[in-house]
């Protein structure tokens, strides 16, 4: 449902009514118009909203669940426009418009609660030739149309990438990034994480991160939320090819993750609820709906630091509703063992299971990388509940893998794959498939 709002629009310092329209424009503008509808189908107001330059947005009130949805028509100027879409307050997501003619549907961010929402719609790429000029008509804004609950979606893993980032000419990581946002419908993907060690090293000119950025971007433009957890790899502890950069100060070098913190923050990842340290995505929640439950991605640093347990006990104790993904870097080897070291970190695997992940009823899923290639295992926690860990790391040097995990809350089920889009490949051996999984409601 959409709540009209009574508009003026201040244009140039005159203000501007929309009387003659069918009904009142439901959006104010800022550095922006009301303007007549040129697209389809024609919105009941007869009007869209005319965003021209990156300091343009359309605000707006609509009231229900689910996800936002925006309608827009755009004008190509050597690319099409991209909004950046703010719900109350909170940075859900962009999206790119790809059509002249048709408003279309754009969904975007993760799905939310019933509410009245303040939704702000912003031009981020705004661009200008000598022939042509990139802007953006928004027509309407709205919150998904209750129906029936589609019970089965899909989130990915994305493993190990360090040996795609080595090299500028390389496109694995973006192509895999593309696939999965040009499949997005087919799999209903609700969820993209990364179980660490996104780049290899860090150079001057921190080329391996601007890479990585770069491939992580369709993710963002499409609006579907994502995270990161931290490796070794992407921490000042590892050095050119690897090695380590400083060996006396390998302990406190494993938390620096300055430069991590400024390719990649929080407002990208797109669903983050909280952090540990702010500023800093190394211990972050997300959360999201999907198959009509509550869902949350935790996602740790490596070997993580007593405190930032604690924290993430807090954290899952208080969302006792959500279906909690754990993502950290290192805890299950190639043979499906937790592993056991500390290596040079705080605390070993073995603790983190100990004191979070088989304390909680609501606990569902782990997912590491760092050793090995892929594995799973299956332990009950304290309260009786499975809790299923996949690894998958990879570091391959052809191609792209990625795991794919569909979720069906109606079959209480799982099933996963790894897929690689770049030579087409799967890896039948890693097919996995679980019922009676327990979700949480």
């Known amino acids: 449902m959409i709540v009209a709002l009574a508009v003026t629009v201040a244009v140039g310092g005159v203000s501007v009514g929309t009387a003659n329209a069918a009904e009142p424009s439901q959006f104010t503008v800022t550095d922006g118009a009301i303007r007549t509808a040129t697209g389809t189908p024609t919105p009941a107001s007869g009007t869209h909203a005319s965003l021209w330059g990156n300091t343009s947005y359309a605000t707006t009130s609509v009231t229900g669940s689910g996800r936002v949805l925006i309608g827009a028509i755009g004008d190509n100027c050597q690319g099409w426009p991209t909004v950046r879409v703010t719900v109350d307050g909170v940075s859900v997501g962009q999206t790119t418009i790809v059509s002249a003619t048709s408003y279309g549907t754009y969904p975007v961010g993760a799905a939310l609660g019933a509410g009245q929402h303040a939704v702000r719609i912003q031009f981020v790429n705004d661009f200008r030739a000598e022939t042509c000029d990139r802007n953006v008509h928004v027509a309407y804004a709205r919150m998904e149309t209750p129906g029936a609950t589609d019970t089965k979606f899909s989130i990915a893993v994305l493993p190990d990438t360090q040996q795609e980032v080595l090299d500028s000419t390389d496109s694995r990581f973006r192509n895999r990034t593309d696939w999965l946002v040009q499949n997005r419908s087919t799999l209903d993907l609700r969820f993209v994480t990364h179980s660490g060690d996104v780049v290899n090293w860090d150079t001057p000119d921190h080329s391996q991160y601007v890479i990585a950025r770069d491939a992580m971007r369709p993710i963002e433009t499409a609006?579907?939320?994502?995270?990161?957890?931290?490796?070794?790899?992407?921490?000042?502890?590892?050095?050119?090819?690897?090695?380590?950069?400083?060996?006396?100060?390998?302990?406190?070098?494993v938390r620096d993750t300055t430069v991590f913190n400024r390719y990649f923050t929080a407002g990208q990842f797109g669903a983050v609820k909280g952090q540990f340290e702010s500023g800093k995505v190394d211990n972050s929640y997300s959360t999201f709906e999907?198959?009509?439950?509550?869902?949350?991605?935790?996602?740790?640093?490596?070997?993580?630091?007593?405190?930032?347990?604690?924290?993430?006990?807090?954290?899952?104790?208080?969302?006792?509703?959500?279906?909690?993904?754990?993502?950290?870097?290192?805890?299950?080897?190639?043979n499906g063992a937790i592993e056991q070291s500390a290596s040079y970190g705080a605390t070993s695997p073995q603790y983190l299971f100990d004191n979070l992940i088989k304390q909680y009823a609501n606990i569902r899923f782990v997912f590491s990388g760092h050793v090995g290639v892929a594995a799973n295992r299956v332990d009950t926690g304290v309260n009786g509940n499975k809790i299923y860990t996949f690894l998958q790391t990879f570091h391959s040097n052809t191609t792209n893998p990625v795991r794919l995990v569909e979720i069906d809350t109606a079959a209480n089920s799982l099933r996963t794959w790894i897929h690689a889009p770049y030579t087409n490949q799967s890896f039948g051996e890693y097919d996995r498939s679980f019922t009676g999984i327990g979700v949480v409601r």
């Not at 579907?224 to 050119?240: E, R």
């Not at 991605?297 to 405190?307: G, Q």
Request: net charge negative; hydrophobic share 45%.
């Open 223 to 253: 609006g579907i939320p994502y995270s990161l957890a931290i490796g070794n790899h992407d921490t000042q502890a590892t050095g050119v090819g690897g090695s380590a950069r400083d060996p006396a100060h390998t302990r406190e070098l």
């Open 290 to 334: 999907a198959g009509g439950v509550q869902w949350m991605v935790l996602t740790l640093e490596l070997w993580p630091r007593v405190e930032a347990v604690t924290w993430a006990r807090s954290v899952v104790a208080a969302h006792p509703r959500h279906n909690v993904i754990v993502v950290t870097h290192d805890f299950i080897d190639g």
